[in-house]
């Protein structure tokens, strides 16, 4: 009989209430495939997901079976055709408004002021969404206005994901937001945080605007809480290093 592992499985230690054992680490093994975009080989398989290499290699079996995943030529394994018809059906079942608007209004609701998200168009960027403050005193911008990506913070973000150098954008890459006060408008201050798809493609920037005199530091996680909730209900990965 095998010795237990010294340390419990990823799945055991976040296990479903009332769900099936089996069932949690097949799951836990499938997640290892969004971190890489490599197929993975079985040793790798079994310590991320802290399992026996003979109970991965038996999980990996069902999942073969129901073409979840796939074993290559090479004994490495990779997502499986099921994978992308599952995901194509996601797709379609929503659009991007209808992941982005909630997550702003919510913002909204938290902060008290304007919440938009912003994607680049060339060298430019775009108001794509717009939630406004309930607050009187407001930045004045509508959906569909272009912006520069050279100042305010979302076009900051937007170009410190497109990779600009400088200690500014690696301070953003840093800590996965942007905070800066007058950078596009004098008296306008933001917050701004990536979000991203499932591709890891930047898909835009959630950014809170307000009157530099309002800008505060207790805004910033909300920002990055409603960037990371867009960016996992798109399939994407947030970044690790944000605070």
Known sequence: MPKPPAHPS??????APGGAAAVDRALTLLKLFGASSEPLALSSLAEGACLYKSTTLRLLASLEH???IER??????????VIARLYAAYSASFS??????????SLVQATAETAAFHVRQGDHRVCMYRVESPQPVREQVNVGDVMPLESGAGGRVLLAYAGASGALYASIRRQAVAVLSGDRVPGVAGISAPVFDASGILAGAVTLTMPK???DKKHVPHVVNTARGITARLGGHFPASAA
Do not use: F, K, T, W
């Open 72 to 81: 290559n030529a090479d004994g490495r394994y990779a997502l499986g055709p």
């Open 213 to 215: 005199e309002r800008l």
């Open 10 to 15: 990823i799945a055991d230690r976040d296990a």
């Open 96 to 105: 991007l408004e209808s992941v982005v608007m909630p997550a702003l209004r």
């Open 66 to 68: 129901a073409q979840l």
